[in-house]
């Protein structure tokens, strides 16, 4: 599975490059593959590490599939990869002809992530950016994602050359993008909403991670990091909220425990209803101006 050459902090794999792999790989960057038999490509992104952008990724995937719909989920995280772990899943992976077959979560969500490459939990994927770019143009070309209604890509913090090989490779039809209350957040954040805006890939909404968490005495809403700016980020790029999402503390328990898509919650559910409109509404528009 992984790209030719061997980089250290990875095992040797068996399974080759596969054809459409190898063919996205030929096209340059400028030339974005085929979506196959995907309907939705979303990425989910922040700029900033620590907002907790790989958790909401995990738990939209999971309320989209508790909803009955097909759902894949690409981490993009190259070095830092976190899906597998929230999931609770392991590697490797294999080709049976067809393409890499993604691993499968309990309830059916479909992952791919640089995790399945290395030996344990705890060994780094130490790569330079060439092998980095053509690993991601696999994960999306090379992998046997079948029909799915959403494939979510997980992106990793800053403005690089992931961020830059997804949107210039992957037919993406928008970016989400995750913030915590404080205005230091929405600072680094903008810098990946004005990255994706001006690669002119639509901006679909703003999520308001960790806004208040509710008072286990009497249950008042208590906003941790005071009241969130997130709603004026919104506001100045024109883009909706999409959901508020309070500090769960079983989210850690849940996360460490490869649990984490059990989680449901009245916001969970609304977060959902609003990225589904919002990418309805952004691939209305594109078809429009065809």
């Excluded at 344990?120 to 994927?125: G, I, K, L, R, S």
């Excluded at 210039?168 to 913030?179: K, N």
């Excluded at 941790?224 to 999402?245: C, D, H, K, M, N």
Aim: net charge neutral; proline share 8%; hydrophobic share 45%.
């Amino acid at each position: 599975m992984a790209p030719s050459g061997d980089a250290p902090g990875t095992r040797p794999t068996s399974v080759p490059p596969s054809a459409a792999a190898a063919r996205a790989m030929g096209r340059g960057v400028l030339q974005r593959m085929d979506k196959g038999r995907i309907r939705h490509v979303v990425a989910v992104g922040s700029g900033k590490g620590g907002v907790g952008k790989s958790s909401v990724t995990a738990l939209l995937a999971a309320e989209l599939r508790r909803r009955g719909l097909q759902v894949g989920v690409l981490d993009a995280d190259i070095t830092g990869p976190s899906i597998p772990k929230l999931y609770g899943l392991s590697g490797p992976l294999v080709d049976r002809g067809e393409g890499i077959e993604p691993a499968a979560s309990r309830t059916g969500i479909s992952v791919v992530s640089s995790q399945f490459m290395v030996e344990d939990e705890q060994t780094p994927v130490i790569w330079r950016g060439p092998l980095v770019t053509r690993l991601i143009t696999q994960f999306f070309g090379g992998v046997n994602w079948g029909a799915l209604d959403y494939l979510l890509i997980d992106m990793p913090p800053g403005t690089s050359d992931v961020p830059l090989t997804v949107f210039q490779t992957i037919p993406i039809d928008g970016m989400i993008f995750v913030l915590t209350p404080q205005d230091l957040a929405a600072l680094i954040v903008k810098k990946a909403m004005n990255m994706a805006r001006d690669l002119h890939v639509p901006l679909l909404g703003v999520v308001d991670n960790m806004a208040w968490i509710a008072c286990p005495h009497c249950g008042q809403r208590i906003e941790l990091f005071g009241p969130s700016r997130v709603p004026t980020v919104g506001a100045e790029y024109g883009i909706p909220v999409l959901g508020q999402l309070p500090v769960v503390p079983s989210i850690s328990e849940l996360s460490d425990a490869g649990r984490l898509e059990e989680l449901a919650s009245p916001e969970l559910a609304r977060l959902a209803d609003a990225f589904a409109h919002s990418v309805d509404e952004v691939t209305q528009r594109s078809v429009r101006t065809l």
